[in-house]
């Protein structure tokens, strides 16, 4: 079964700000699109608003004139389920409840063709629950957009239970026929995206809550040196603590309250209080007028630091000291276990140990952890952490030798992975068991994260280019520091590292 035919009718239950952008990819696409809300006029005025979109498109000159009344032309409202006799898809955008949208299919069903696609834009809920008691259970298939619909890549296509493979087959060429970049999910909870995302969100949280650093610091660490879009508390506030957290509590019912998905207090406290972020002014920062955003915190020196010395392979650590030679800084390389020291100081990129503990396991003396960064070539940030007897004299030197590579460095407290290290070898698990539980293929997933919620590089390519070793050693520090599954490491993970192979390809 190939992709849908561009002239095919499609309809678009819901109104809202997500069906209104379905909507209008699906006309843009050069479908014929039939809109239907229950609020009465809600489907005219969306169609309204996304003319309006349109209209600041030709302003841009990303769109015609002509282009843009032909797309106005192609969609209608309607007033009755009874018009989709015709459609060919429909595609449900209502509100996130099994039982509404299970009462919406049977409605469809007994007023759409017997071939027609019946998709649903749920972002949690089982395909295979919505599928359960209709005749045709196995033309339900979820079609998950990200929002802004009209703007957002990612498309999962959800398989359930008894959902044809041939159909998924259509929806994912029809929706690379709609410019989106569609990737293939079985219908397991929270999908691929807003299962393998909780860790980003969690990890902050709890860093946030054992008092790791502030939330402007944490927030500029995963910008700055991690390369992600935004921190975990600007996000969770653009998002709505409301929304955030329901997912979150969702994910882990659904997985029977395994407690890598637990949600956080902190989070519920914001929520129980009414901060649900940008929507009502005030979440982990304030939106009021004239509110000022914290600045991150950031330790400054003043030792003269001309020369330091690296021991052996730095590994991902290699581009800071070619950065620190470009500065005009002496290097003396030697044989060694990858540690870079100057003065005092012995620094060190985090294996997800504890400082204190990795200084006493290993001879270290006034120790300096490092964190993880996309790139240390251009981050402009980096966290760092000290075990507890670090002379002030040697932090203040390993300052002064990351200043001089043009870093902005953070001090968080001695906690195991520091900030970015973690979140990302939590990401990269999260990602391995849901390959392992035959979610996604490593492929579709590292796409999902990059399309989805903008990765700036998917998980599994993350760990493979950290090491799968390394990745899999920091876990098991985490593990062994907190007593707690929530940082097992997956089966995959273990089992690739043994192979010697790859998590993506």
């Known amino acids: 079964m190939a992709a849908l035919d561009n002239h095919a009718l499609v309809a678009v239950i819901g109104a809202g700000a997500m069906g209104a952008g379905i909507a209008q990819v699906a006309a843009q696409a050069g479908h014929p699109v039939?809109?239907?809300?229950?609020?009465?006029?809600?489907?005219?005025?969306?169609?309204?608003?996304?003319?309006?979109?349109?209209?600041?498109?030709?302003e841009k000159g990303r769109l015609t004139p002509d282009n843009r009344s032909a797309?106005?032309?192609?969609?209608?409202?309607?007033?009755?389920?009874?018009?989709?006799?015709?459609?060919?898809?429909?595609?449900?955008?209502?509100?996130?409840?099994?039982?509404?949208?299970?009462?919406?299919?049977?409605?469809?069903?007994?007023?759409?063709?017997?071939?027609c696609i019946l998709a649903s834009n749920t972002s949690s809920l089982s395909i295979t629950s919505l599928a359960a008691g209709l005749r045709h259970p196995q033309r339900v298939i979820g079609m998950h957009f990200f929002n802004p619909a009209p703007l957002m890549a990612l498309v999962e296509v959800v398989s359930g239970l008894a959902t044809a493979p041939t159909l998924a087959t259509t929806l994912?060429?029809?929706?690379?026929?709609?410019?989106?970049?569609?990737?293939?999910?079985?219908s397991t909870p929270g999908f691929i995206v807003n299962r393998v995302a909780r860790p980003f969100y969690?990890?902050?949280?709890?860093?946030?809550?054992?008092?790791?650093?502030?939330?402007?610091?944490?927030?500029?660490?995963?910008?700055?040196?991690?390369?992600?879009?935004?921190?975990?508390?600007?996000l969770t506030d653009l998002i709505g603590h409301d929304v955030n957290y329901a997912v979150t509590c969702s994910v882990f019912e659904a997985f029977y309250g395994d407690f890598r998905f637990q949600p956080s207090l902190v989070q519920k406290e914001l929520v129980d209080a009414g901060r649900l972020g940008r929507k009502t002014g005030q979440g982990f920062y304030s939106y009021a007028d004239g509110a000022e955003r914290p600045e991150p915190a950031?330790?400054?020196?003043?030792?003269?630091?001309?020369?330091c010395t690296v021991e052996g392979d730095l590994g991902v650590l290699q581009p800071l000291v070619e950065r620190l030679r470009a500065k005009g800084m002496g290097i003396t390389e030697r044989a060694g276990s990858g540690l870079l020291r100057v003065g005092d100081a012995t620094l060190a990129l985090s294996d997800g140990r504890l400082a204190s503990q990795r200084a006493r396991e290993d001879g270290l003396r006034n120790l300096v952890l490092l964190d993880l960064a996309l790139d240390y070539a251009s981050a402009t940030r980096l966290?760092?952490?000290?075990?507890?007897?670090?002379?002030?004299?040697?932090?203040?030197?390993?300052?002064?030798?990351?200043?001089?590579?043009?870093?902005s460095v953070c001090p968080v407290a001695?906690?195991?992975?520091?900030?970015?290290?973690?979140?990302?070898?939590?990401?990269?698990?999260?990602?391995?068991?849901?390959?392992?539980?035959?979610?996604g293929?490593?492929?579709?997933?590292?796409?999902?994260?990059?399309?989805?919620?903008?990765?700036?590089?998917?998980?599994?390519?993350?760990?493979?280019?950290?090491?799968?070793?390394?990745?899999?050693?920091?876990?098991?520090?985490?593990?062994?520091?907190?007593?707690?599954?929530?940082?097992?490491?997956?089966?995959?993970?273990?089992?690739?590292?043994?192979?010697?192979?790859?998590?993506?390809?």
């Open 34 to 58: 039939r809109l239907y809300d229950n609020r009465p006029g809600a489907a005219a005025q969306a169609i309204e608003g996304i003319d309006r979109q349109l209209g600041r498109l030709v």
């Open 71 to 115: 797309i106005r032309a192609r969609l209608q409202p309607i007033d009755s389920l009874d018009d989709l006799a015709d459609a060919r898809l429909v595609i449900e955008a209502i509100v996130e409840s099994l039982p509404i949208k299970q009462e919406l299919l049977r409605q469809l069903e007994a007023r759409c063709a017997d071939d």
């Open 172 to 186: 994912y060429d029809t929706a690379r026929n709609w410019g989106k970049q569609p990737v293939h999910a079985r």
């Open 202 to 234: 969690a990890e902050s949280l709890r860093l946030l809550q054992e008092g790791a650093a502030d939330c402007a610091t944490l927030d500029a660490l995963l910008r700055d040196a991690g390369g992600f879009r935004m921190g975990a508390f600007e």
């Open 298 to 307: 950031a330790l400054t020196s003043q030792a003269p630091v001309e020369h």
């Open 383 to 407: 966290a760092i952490s000290h075990d507890a007897e670090c002379s002030d004299e040697a932090l203040d030197q390993a300052v002064a030798l990351l200043a001089q590579a043009g870093l």
């Open 414 to 439: 001695d906690l195991p992975g520091l900030v970015v290290l973690r979140t990302v070898a939590m990401l990269a698990n999260e990602a391995a068991d849901a390959v392992l539980q035959g979610v």
């Open 441 to 505: 293929t490593p492929g579709d997933i590292d796409l999902a994260m990059r399309a989805g919620v903008n990765y700036p590089r998917g998980p599994l390519a993350w760990a493979d280019g950290l090491g799968v070793g390394f990745t899999l050693s920091v876990l098991d520090n985490l593990q062994r520091s907190y007593g707690e599954e929530r940082y097992r490491p997956s089966l995959l993970l273990r089992r690739t590292h043994a192979e010697g192979g790859r998590l993506h390809g």
